[in-house]
């Protein structure tokens, strides 16, 4: 397997300061890459960015109980929180997020699921740049 997919599996999802939600789709995107269910695992690596946003808006970690007021659109990359990414880091974010768009949002054929054996191949490397692209927030101080 490759390095970040290799350094995903190797997280320990309770140990990264999530909250459930965030916590329990690492788990399932942990999965989907150890069975080489590559579309499932992008799709869900970009879950993980959205909702990863959207728990550190409503709760304090400190007092999971609390759980503070959270209005506004959740834009996304400029606005989403995640401001202590690179500009890089933040690119990649928005190719996974257009990826999973083309995943889920059936708009005609994409690389990849054309039902041609090279399908996997690809889906393996979009898989590994989505495990890339969130490595960064999984492992943030």
Sequence with gaps: MSSAIDKFLNLLPNQLGLGPHST???IEAQGAMRYKL????????ATIVDVIRHEESI???????EIDEFSGDMGYIESSG???????????????RSMRNQL?????AIE???GR????????TQ????ASAILPIMLRD
């Design 24 to 26: 329990r789709l690492v």
């Design 38 to 45: 590559w579309a499932s695992a992008i799709i869900l690596s």
């Design 59 to 65: 709760y304090d970690f400190d007092s999971i109980n």
């Design 82 to 96: 995640y401001d202590y990414l690179t500009m890089a880091e933040r690119k990649k974010l928005a190719w996974l």
């Design 104 to 108: 889920v949002h059936y708009e005609g």
């Design 112 to 114: 990849g699921m054309l």
């Design 117 to 124: 054996p090279s399908d996997d191949g690809y889906l393996h």
């Design 127 to 130: 898989a590994d740049k989505a």
